[in-house]
């Protein structure tokens, strides 16, 4: 049941971050400091929409770690992949990345989450 609950104000705050995010866009000019603030709400928005999904997939293909372990695992998963998202919007932002820089960035991500379950093996 606090899986549920955990995930469910994840749910709620991901929709608010979004709508926030949403919202910003259209008031706010693109000057340097609402960038930096676009960037922190979406990567908000991205760890806030990962871990539930991360959660859903997990419980249908990963085994269980039991209840704090799977939610350990899906708020681990969801701040890494969410916070790459921020940094490759970031690099966007500054008019620096190129295809590969991205696409190496996510292996990293990989890289770092399978150490991780190699770990708990």
Not at 22 to 42: D, E, K, S, Y
């Amino acid at each position: 049941m606090r899986n549920r609950l955990v995930l469910g104000v994840l749910v709620i705050l991901a929709l608010l971050s979004w709508a926030a995010l949403l919202t910003f866009m259209q008031r706010q000019p693109p000057v340097m400091v609402n960038q930096l603030i676009f960037v922190a709400m979406f990567s908000c928005g991205a760890v806030c929409t990962l871990t539930p999904l991360s959660y859903a997939i997990n419980a249908r293909v990963a085994p269980s770690l039991g209840s704090g372990g799977d939610m350990n695992r899906a708020l681990r998963q969801g701040m890494l992949f969410g916070m790459v998202g921020g940094v490759i919007m970031a690099l966007h932002l500054i008019r620096m990345l190129p295809p590969e820089r991205g696409l190496v960035l996510l292996a990293i991500v990989a890289l770092v989450e399978a150490l991780f379950y190699i770990r708990r093996r």
